[in-house]
Structure formats: structure tokens, C-alpha cells
């Protein structure tokens, strides 16, 4: 990295996406809405910084990983968090979010700009990124199915669990 770069990658990762003053965190609220232990999520709230420096040193479009992806959707909706503090104080640009119109074609897309992004970040930060968050593009663009469900109402079995307990139950 050159030292231009080098002082937008400090501005970026000491970005506080965590309002110190609230009761219930950014960081709080997405592992909570994901599922995920607050260690895990802090993890993903520093890929997602990686990859907004990356969004902002690359000349073609980057697709995140569905994690990154997802604080990403959160951070959105910080209006004033992510709008004037993150992208007009911190990044000095405004950074746009353009999901999929769909279709063969988008996928196709979405998968090169995915490998990538994995590339860029390689060669930007030494390292390949961390698999838990950036799996492969088969997993990333192959095991989307997600339904928002009230978890006050229903059970979330896992299929590998279920599957497992039925055969023992008609062994």
C-alpha cells in the first residue's frame, strides 16, 4: 500500500461502527439477527471494512461475501452512520450498494466479481481472506436460502441434525 492508501485503510479500520452510548450495539444487533457469537461478528464487522477499502481502491465492481453482505445491509440502514459519518467523513465518497437483477447472466457476474474481490484482497493485505467468512463462490452463491422467520414462533432445525435423527429413528 502506498501511504495515500495506507492512511484511508487507518481512517477506515478505526471507524467506530459501534454507537458507545447505546444500550444495544450495531455489533449487538448483527449477531443477534444472524445468529452469531459477538466474537464472530466483531470479525465480520473488520471484513467488511477490508472490504469497503478494497471497494475503494478497485477500478471494476467487488462483490462482498454473504457475511460482509450482511453488515453491510445493516449498516444501511445507520442512515447517518453510513451516509454522512462512514462513506462522506471517513471514505470522502459516496459508496453504493447494487444488488442482482436475477438470472443466469447476474449470477455468472456476481461469481467474477466475487473471485475477484478474493484476488484483490489477497494482494492487498498479504493473506488470503478468512474462509469462515469468504467461502468459496460455490458456497457463497450456491446455498442461498433465506426466509426472515419470527424465532418466538418457530424451530430452526438444522437439516443435517434432522436428517441424522430420522434415520435413527427408521433404523
Same mark, same amino acid.
Given at each position: 500500500?502506498?501511504?495515500? +492508501?495506507?492512511? @484511508? %485503510?487507518?481512517?477506515i #479500520?478505526?471507524?467506530?461502527i &459501534? &454507537? =458507545?452510548?447505546?444500550? *444495544?450495539?450495531f455489533? &449487538?444487533?448483527l449477531?443477534?439477527e444472524?445468529? %452469531?457469537?459477538?466474537?464472530y ?7 467488511y471494512?477490508? *472490504? ?11 462483490? =462482498?461475501?454473504? /457475511?460482509? &453482505? /450482511?453488515?453491510?445491509? @445493516? ?8 451516509w454522512? $459519518? *462512514?462513506? #462522506?467523513n471517513?471514505?470522502? #465518497?459516496?459508496? +453504493?450498494h447494487?444488488p ?7 449470477? +455468472?457476474? *456476481?461469481?467474477? %466479481?466475487?473471485e ?10 498479504? +493473506?488470503?481472506?478468512? =474462509? $469462515?467468512?469468504? =467461502?468459496?463462490?460455490d458456497?457463497?452463491?450456491g ?7 419470527? @424465532? ?6 438444522p437439516?443435517?441434525?434432522?436428517? #441424522?435423527? %430420522? ?5
Amino acid at each position: 500500500m502506498n501511504a495515500e +492508501q495506507q492512511a @484511508l %485503510w487507518g481512517k477506515i #479500520k478505526g471507524f467506530v461502527i &459501534d &454507537d =458507545p452510548e447505546a444500550d *444495544f450495539s450495531f455489533t &449487538d444487533r448483527l449477531a443477534r439477527e444472524n445468529a %452469531w457469537s459477538l466474537e464472530y461478528a466483531a470479525r465480520v464487522v473488520l471484513e467488511y471494512k477490508k *472490504f469497503i477499502f478494497l471497494v475503494c481502491l478497485s477500478k471494476h465492481p467487488l462483490t =462482498p461475501s454473504d /457475511q460482509v &453482505d /450482511q453488515v453491510w445491509h @445493516l449498516h444501511l440502514i445507520y442512515t447517518t452512520s453510513y451516509w454522512e $459519518d *462512514f462513506c #462522506k467523513n471517513t471514505l470522502g #465518497k459516496y459508496i +453504493q450498494h447494487g444488488p442482482t437483477r436475477g438470472g443466469e447472466g447476474e449470477k +455468472q457476474k *456476481f461469481d467474477r %466479481w466475487y473471485e475477484a474481490t478474493k484476488k484483490l484482497y489477497r494482494d492487498t493485505f498479504g +493473506q488470503a481472506p478468512p =474462509p $469462515d467468512i469468504w =467461502p468459496s463462490s460455490d458456497v457463497r452463491f450456491g446455498e442461498i436460502n433465506f426466509s426472515r422467520i419470527n @424465532l418466538d414462533r418457530n424451530w430452526v432445525i438444522p437439516k443435517i441434525r434432522l436428517l #441424522k435423527i %430420522w434415520r435413527s429413528y427408521i433404523n
